[in-house]
């Protein structure tokens, strides 16, 4: 039997969520405790592999049982005893064993932090950005709206990336301003390539300091190249926030849902 299982955590102390041989994962961690609570080793595919230091809202992963779990309430409990309190179970359900919670998911979004005044508690989950006299916030809403526009996203992923396709389908691209200094992005896609999110957020905060046009970056696109100016940004900003399934396969999932905590 199939059962997916969604978390969240704070991937501050972890390298990343793909399982490495002497380093602590989130993968490694999920699956120590599944193995344990479960008594038997099992192991668990995910929806998408953050890098070190990257947090998770929502995740969601899969795993497979040969006995069907009886009590979903008892293994969230005994789950969240035995992981980190850096990571989070919140649900367990079974879903059709064709279901992939990597393959099959058709939508993921990510926000990406940022603060500009220093503030000690936002250090590990925001980027500090202060503020330089020639910032154009404009310019941030220019480089969002070339992302919508754009499907080969070559410039933007990270090198030795083992992907048969470069090209994204892009649902949402934004700049949110929640406070007055506080600046969120947001971005929804069908699939997104390897440190992605945070060569665009890198690329459109030099883009509003003047250090690269957003010229300059859609000719680098259209030729698969990038300029020094479009690097990443730190870690610790992005977030992992949603990630949607087929409606009919969801939904069906959904009715089979036994266990969801407040």
């Not at 041989?21 to 999920?30: A, C, F, K, L, W």
């Not at 080793?41 to 969601?60: L, M, P, Q």
């Not at 989070?88 to 940022?114: F, G």
């Not at 992605?196 to 250090?211: D, F, W």
Request: include cysteine; glycine fraction near 6%.
């Amino acid at each position: 039997m199939r059962y997916f299982l969604e978390l969240s955590y704070d991937g501050t102390n972890y390298a990343g969520w793909q399982k490495q041989p002497n380093v602590r994962t989130i993968q490694g961690e999920i699956e120590k405790a599944l193995s344990m609570s479960a008594g038997i080793s099992i192991e668990v595919i995910g929806c998408g592999r953050t890098d070190k230091g990257v947090h998770a809202k929502n995740f969601v992963c899969h795993f497979d049982t040969t006995e069907p779990i009886s009590e979903f309430s008892n293994q969230i409990y005994k789950l969240n005893g035995i992981l980190s309190p850096d990571i989070v179970c919140h649900r367990v359900y079974d879903v059709p064993e064709d279901l992939h919670a990597r393959y099959d998911a058709v939508q993921r979004s990510y926000e990406y932090n940022i603060h500009m005044s220093p503030n000690p508690f936002k250090r590990q989950y925001s980027t500090f950005f202060p503020l330089a006299r020639d910032f154009n916030a404009g310019a941030l809403d220019q480089v969002a709206t070339l992302i919508i526009e754009t499907s080969d996203f070559t410039s933007f992923c990270k090198s030795n990336t083992d992907v048969k396709t470069m090209k994204c389908t892009i649902l949402e691209s934004s700049w949110q301003f929640p406070e007055k200094d506080v600046m969120i992005y947001r971005i929804t896609a069908n699939r997104f390539l390897r440190g992605m999110v945070r060569l665009i957020v890198g690329t459109s905060l030099n883009v509003s300091l003047g250090r690269i046009s957003v010229r300059e970056v859609a000719e680098h696109i259209s030729r698969g190249t990038r300029s020094h100016y479009m690097s990443s940004a730190p870690a610790r900003g992005l977030f992992l926030c949603d990630v949607k399934y087929p409606h009919s396969k969801q939904q069906h999932s959904k009715e089979h849902t036994m266990e969801t905590l407040p």
